[in-house]
């Protein structure tokens, strides 16, 4: 088994109280890699909403309520630090730059990975929830499921499309949308939502409209946003959504509405308007997942779906070919995280952020600073 200097233990964020917002940074034993595994040398770890939601137990429809001590994250960059054996037909050698994302590993052999379709695997495990994260400075890692890394593409840039950046491009995929359409993304100016305009926008050539608060306008027409719309000018009684979905089919190209509107936002008021944002023929795509009790889409009714001929497509995260399309984007410069990075131990004042819904693009954690 090749190896580098490997130490006996290693820093990591645990959530130390599940249920709440709080985390705490510890010492623990640094795991050697069984076959087919690679240590990985974590450098960066992004934090996503789905982090939060796993911490808080907020997200209902998860199997079992999150565990004290669980090692969270699930964007992690870092170079492999050592080879178990039988990892060799996986191309790898130590020092080699790999990402680790939301799935930590699938079987390859079920039929929605036979499809292609990772996160439905019957028997995948989650990076952050029941098995050890990202929120660490070495973590194991499926040889055949890690991520390569480009040359050109910097570690903490790289580490939020791990999730967010392979989400949003294999969710713009399964739109339907075509070059010209215009495509809509509420919460725009998110973790998501700002890579989905990118990508939409100067990848895959749609005609971008965000919808977000007033102070993220800004922001959001630097993404290449052609049309923006502030959430706060709209009331949330009828009245106001009826303006909104108005103003949003005005600036649509053929003013009949959305070809496509890619949901980015856990807000059920945002799937409540989606719908009525679409053209005939169009497709919603769910994205953002709501918390706590589950609410249906209104205006989901069979007469609506039938007579527009509309699409609901759920979307979970992408594979692993959608995962090097979407780092080969970020290496011709398509797309570029807009972060800030913190240490570790800055992680609960992050999600305290989160919560509150003022965080701007994406934060990442640099493993190598407590």
């Not at 699930?74 to 020092?95: C, D, R, T």
């Not at 799937?271 to 679409?278: D, H, I, N, T």
């Not at 779906?305 to 979307?315: A, H, N, P, T």
């Not at 979970?316 to 410069?333: F, H, L, Q």
């Amino acid at each position: 088994m090749a190896t580098v200097d490997v130490p006996t233990h290693h820093k990591a964020i645990i959530y130390d109280k599940p249920g709440e917002i709080s985390t705490k940074v510890e010492t623990i034993e640094t795991p050697k890699p069984g076959f087919g595994e690679v240590l990985v040398n974590l450098t960066h770890s992004g934090v996503c909403h789905s982090d939060q939601a796993v911490m808080t137990n907020r997200w209902t429809w998860l199997p079992a309520p999150t565990q004290a001590g669980q090692v969270g994250g699930h964007e992690g960059v870092g170079k492999v630090a050592a080879l178990g054996p039988g990892s060799e037909g996986a191309g790898l050698k130590v020092g080699d730059r790999v990402g680790i994302k939301w799935m930590a590993g699938v079987c390859g052999n079920c039929m929605p990975c036979l499809a292609g379709r990772d996160a439905c695997c019957t028997s995948g495990k989650i990076s952050g929830y029941y098995t050890p994260g990202t929120f660490q400075q070495y973590a194991l890692a499926p040889a055949h499921y890690v991520t390569p890394i480009p040359d050109g593409v910097p570690s903490d840039l790289a580490a939020p499309l791990l999730c967010g950046g392979v989400t949003v491009y294999s969710a713009l995929k399964k739109s339907g949308a075509q070059p010209g359409d215009t495509v809509v993304i509420p919460g725009a100016g998110g973790g998501l939502g700002h890579l989905a305009m990118q990508i939409g926008g100067k990848g895959m050539g749609f005609r971008m409209v965000g919808i977000d608060s007033g102070e993220k306008e800004d922001f959001v027409r630097s993404l290449g946003a052609e049309e923006f719309f502030n959430i706060s000018n709209y009331s949330r009684d009828e009245e106001g959504t009826k303006k909104l979905v108005a103003d949003v089919k005005a600036s649509s190209s053929d003013g009949l509405g959305a070809a496509a509107v890619v949901v980015c936002t856990a807000s059920n008021a945002a799937y409540a308007q989606a719908l009525k944002f679409l053209r005939f023929g169009g497709t919603l795509v769910c994205v953002g997942v709501p918390e706590g009790k589950p609410e249906p889409i209104a205006s989901a009714d069979p007469g609506t779906m039938l007579v527009q001929e509309l699409r609901i497509v759920g979307s979970a995260v992408g594979n692993r070919k959608d995962a090097i399309e979407t780092m080969n984007m970020a290496a011709r410069g398509i797309v570029k995280t807009h972060f800030t990075t913190e240490p570790m131990s800055k992680l609960t004042d992050v999600f305290n952020a989160m919560d509150k819904m003022t965080l701007k693009g994406r934060v990442v954690i640099d493993l190598s600073k407590e």
